[in-house]
């Protein structure tokens, strides 16, 4: 007789042949944080005071300086794009088998949210912002000696064509920048950040007020953290209440938005640009002027990349404040 045949191997589990295992479900419950996102549009529509001086007329004059044009829209768009990446991260774990049983009423919730929220707006306003910038550009130009404005004309309109996303328009621009004369170019380059500064500026009292809505990490102030805005938002503690979610999905939270970093870097370019001005032919160089404007730019630029690293330490979740007792 022959030997007796022995037993085939087991074959592999499938994700054992892709080496990837499979990740044990978390249960999570996306309805707290709808609801603090429900609080901070409500906030958001009637903030109360932003500053607080100990003096109330003095209060009143701060917080009126502090205008909230857009700050609804702005929280409005700030909640749907993190709920819209909440649903995405729940797709996929529903697509690769590793939904919990809670997911299909988490991503249910969500969507229900979602569409309670205002529309958002049309493609067009995309645009404004751009053609304001290019107007205000224009205007900065007719009041530049007649010598310096038609041939920065040519350099603006070159380098403002690259809207469109035309490919054959950004080589241009480039080209422009490669053979115009080095004043020219700086001085369009300062004049076309200018525009943008003069632009956005206005938005930015309302973006530092949605920051300190979502307690945001290095919104809250010693002055704005004591006001009643301040003091409303580290009750409701959006900001903690998003990481606690996501690292319970086993993901990073979205970068915040940093729009006020990047108009404080705004002067930089302008005195890089103009100080580039100073130092560069034809015509008589002004070396102490321009070392002047270049140490300024080095000085706001360390302000703000020390800015922009107190805002991505780690920090531990805080806990909402309690109400006192008694």
């Not at 107190?310 to 531990?316: E, I, L, N, S, V």
Request: glycine share 6%.
């Amino acid at each position: 007789m022959g030997s007796p045949r022995s037993a085939p191997a087991a074959e592999p589990a499938d994700d054992e042949v892709r080496g990837s295992p499979r990740r044990t479900p978390a249960q999570v419950d996306v309805v707290e944080l709808l609801r603090c996102y429900r609080r901070a549009i409500e906030l958001a529509t009637d903030p109360p005071p932003s500053r607080s001086a100990g003096f109330e007329p003095l209060t009143r004059l701060l917080t009126w300086m502090r205008p909230t044009w857009g700050l609804r829209r702005m929280v409005v768009e700030h909640v749907r794009g993190r709920v819209a990446r909440l649903d995405r991260l729940f797709a996929r774990r529903l697509a690769l088998n590793e939904d919990h049983e809670d997911d299909e009423q988490n991503r249910k919730a969500l969507g229900l949210f979602a569409a309670s929220l205002p529309p958002p707006r049309s493609r067009y306003w995309i645009a404004l912002p751009l053609l304001a910038v290019v107007v205000v550009s224009q205007v900065l130009l007719e009041l530049l000696p007649d010598d310096a404005g038609v041939l920065s004309q040519k350099v603006l309109a070159d380098l403002t064509s690259v809207v469109d996303l035309n490919p054959g328009n950004l080589t241009k621009a480039v080209n422009t920048l490669l053979t115009s004369s080095p004043k020219v170019t700086a001085l369009v380059i300062g004049l076309l950040v200018f525009s943008v500064y003069l632009v956005w500026r206005p938005l930015l009292p309302a973006f530092r007020l949605m920051r300190i809505i979502f307690t945001m990490p290095g919104a809250t102030g010693r002055r704005s953290g004591e006001s009643p805005l301040g003091k409303s938002a580290r009750r409701l503690s959006v900001h903690d209440a998003e990481v606690r979610l996501f690292a319970a999905l086993d993901e990073r939270p979205p970068n915040d938005p940093e729009l006020d970093l990047w108009l404080k870097l705004a002067p930089v370019t302008i005195l890089a640009a103009l100080a580039l001005f100073m130092f560069a032919p034809p015509g008589k160089s002004l070396k102490g002027a321009g070392g002047f404007l270049a140490a300024l730019a080095a000085v706001r630029l360390a302000f703000v990349l020390r800015a922009a690293r107190r805002r991505r330490a780690p920090a531990a979740p805080r806990l909402p404040d309690r109400a006192p007792t008694g």
